[in-house]
């Protein structure tokens, strides 16, 4: 299902930034356009997204943080649903 290698390094393009918005009390992701209110696990594997982390460590570093194993469809299939959007470059 996933077309992302888990060695790819997924960072959020120029044109989007990622903050906590308290009006929202969520984080968002702010673009041009508009604006999208994530949910807790958009924002935590989004903030993960910097270039410099692999889809591999990504998911490790998310199961140590949360204590939970096998995330990684969940990563991956989000991770891909943002590359759709547009959201990120790999």
């Given amino acids: ?5 888990l060695d790819s390094r997924p960072a959020l393009k ?6 906590w918005e308290a009006a929202q009390n969520a984080y968002v992701l702010l673009y041009p356009e508009g ?3 994530l949910n ?3 924002a ?3 903030k993960h997204c910097t270039g410099t982390s ?3 460590q990504m998911c490790t570093e998310l199961e140590q943080q949360f204590g939970v194993d096998e995330i990684q469809e969940d ?3 989000f991770l891909n649903h943002a590359i759709e959007r547009g959201w ?3």
């Fill in 44 to 46: 935590e594997i989004l």
């Fill in 14 to 19: 120029p044109l989007f930034r990622m903050q």
């Fill in 35 to 37: 604006m999208v209110r």
């Fill in 88 to 90: 990120l470059h790999i």
């Fill in 54 to 56: 692999s889809v591999l």
């Fill in 1 to 5: 299902m996933s077309t992302l290698a």
């Fill in 75 to 77: 990563v991956l299939q």
């Fill in 40 to 42: 807790d696990s958009a």
